[in-house]
Nanobody, 115 residues
Framework: QVQSVESGGGLVQPGGSLRLSCAASRSMFSFNYMGWYRQAPGKERELVARINTGGSTNYADSVKGRFTISRDNVKNMLYLQMNSLKPEDTAVYYC?????????WGQGTQVTVSS
């Protein structure tokens, strides 16, 4: 059973923007914290941003001021607005609970920042 589906990735030039979306199952979205994670080639998966049901957010230092996480608790949707993208943001992006649960990893969406 598919628990989450990420979308919105693509190829963008440095300085550009993308908006990622995650359609999550009801069980997954029942957790207090949801997060966006990313995994770059040759690197471990890392937490990019998290948000709780009340809307409180936390960000990795590398994306503060550039990325914005949001959620729609009615539609079970999670979003990540990414602005001022840099080549080092290139990675596969995933949504999951925080802390993550293995069952909930999806296929992710590829973000490539390159000129």
């Amino acid at each position: 059973q598919v628990q989450s589906v990420e979308s919105g990735g693509g190829l963008v030039q440095p300085g550009g923007s993308l908006r990622l979306s995650c359609a999550a199952s009801r069980s997954m979205f029942s957790f207090n914290y949801m997060g966006w994670y990313r995994q770059a080639p040759g690197k471990e998966r890392e937490l990019v941003a998290r948000i709780n049901t009340g809307g409180s957010t936390n960000y990795a230092d590398s994306v503060k001021g550039r990325f914005t996480i949001s959620r729609d608790n009615v539609k079970n949707m999670l979003y990540l607005q990414m602005n001022s993208l840099k080549p080092e943001d290139t990675a596969v992006y995933y949504c999951n609970t925080f802390p993550p649960i293995a069952l909930y990893w999806g296929q992710g969406t590829q973000v490539t920042v390159s000129s």
